[in-house]
């Protein structure tokens, strides 16, 4: 295991005073089960100085603002959520979601930020390939076996997949996050946070935080009157695997008429992937059961899987079938 340092500031702005001091060699700490993987295999861009955020008090929180929204505290465990009775009455397909993360221990352990901003799990960058995410120039994983961990939507230079559900289960709800930096708070959507690979820092990263800011906050706003949700999820085995695919969709539903829709494909490409077209095919149609094979035929159009993943394509569509028709059956 890599030498470590650890930091334990009991302040947002004592953390990013540390982070800063230490560049791109410092990181984060909270809940670890990522992190501490990625120290053990020594990953050349793993971080030696570790700041743990566990004992700042106001990053674990569930609580409902002054205009209904409701915030989630980065450092929330996932089984806080889980548990949530303010999340099950207001959002259930989040809670859903995660319910399906990992394990039960691991989601006891692992927050909120944490599996937003998690590395990817490719098992080339894992097992210490020089690929681009780990100091070389190339990717392994669209030369070599593809058929789990790498995107099937084409890429840049990482194919590897955004392994995360919680940020493909949010952006259906259009949530928001917001970041502590050195010049003070900003704020992105949840797309904006993700955007796929990307250099930030001088390395490849899914997300756009730098090495001196935190992610503090998940803002969802107050579902609408109509809002129906579904989240669809395709593993190897019940527990501990990532998604071969995955889906979260949310239809905002007046009588049977479908007024805007949210479509969220996950497991498939380098960033929770949001499919405009199926969502603009949806807009201004009646939730029947006849819908679903009609919006499958229109999704996904540009696909570009590699030798051994095309079946992710075929996953997907699957899931869209399955929750436009749960989802159909519910209007019934």
């Known amino acids: 295991m890599k030498k470590i340092s650890i930091y334990r500031p009991s302040s947002v702005d004592e953390a990013i005073q540390i982070l800063t001091q230490h560049g791109s060699e410092a990181g984060v700490y909270a809940g670890g089960t990522d992190l501490l993987v990625r120290l053990k295999n020594r990953l050349q861009q793993a971080p030696t100085h570790l700041v743990d955020i566990k004992k700042i008090d106001n ?109 493909t289960a949010l952006i259906p709800f259009d949530a928001r996050v917001k970041l502590a930096t050195p010049s003070g708070t900003r704020e992105l959507s949840m797309e904006q946070l993700v955007p796929g690979d990307l250099l930030v820092d001088g390395r490849i990263q899914s997300h756009v935080v730098r090495h001196n800011e935190i992610l503090t906050e998940v803002v969802i706003p107050r579902p609408k009157p109509g809002l129906r949700a579904s989240f669809e999820k395709l593993r ?82 699957g899931l869209l079938a399955s929750g436009l028709t749960k989802l159909s059956s519910a209007n019934a």
């Open 59 to 167: 990053l674990r929180y569930i609580k409902e603002d002054a205009n209904g929204n409701v915030c989630i505290g980065t450092a929330t465990k996932l089984s806080d959520i889980a548990e949530s009775g303010l999340l099950k009455q207001r959002y259930p397909m989040l809670v859903q979601a995660v319910n399906m993360i990992s394990s039960p221990e691991l989601r006891n352990a692992s927050t909120l930020g944490g599996d937003l901003l998690q590395e990817v799990w490719c098992q080339y960058l894992r097992g210490g390939y020089s690929c681009w995410r780990n100091g070389g120039y190339i990717c392994y994983g669209a030369i070599g076996d593809n058929s789990y961990y790498h995107s099937a939507m084409g890429g840049r230079l990482c194919y590897a997949v955004y392994p995360g559900d919680a940020a």
């Open 236 to 317: 190897p085995r019940g527990v501990w695997d990532f998604a071969i695919a995955s889906l979260a969709m949310s239809l905002q539903v007046r009588g049977s008429l479908i007024d805007d829709a949210r479509v969220v494909f996950g497991g498939i490409a380098g960033k929770p992937l949001r499919e405009a077209v199926v969502e603009n095919f949806l807009k201004g149609k009646s939730l029947s059961e006849d819908l679903a094979a009609q919006a499958v035929s229109v999704a996904l159009t540009n696909a570009a899987p590699l030798k051994y993943n095309a079946t992710k394509i075929d996953m997907a569509k």
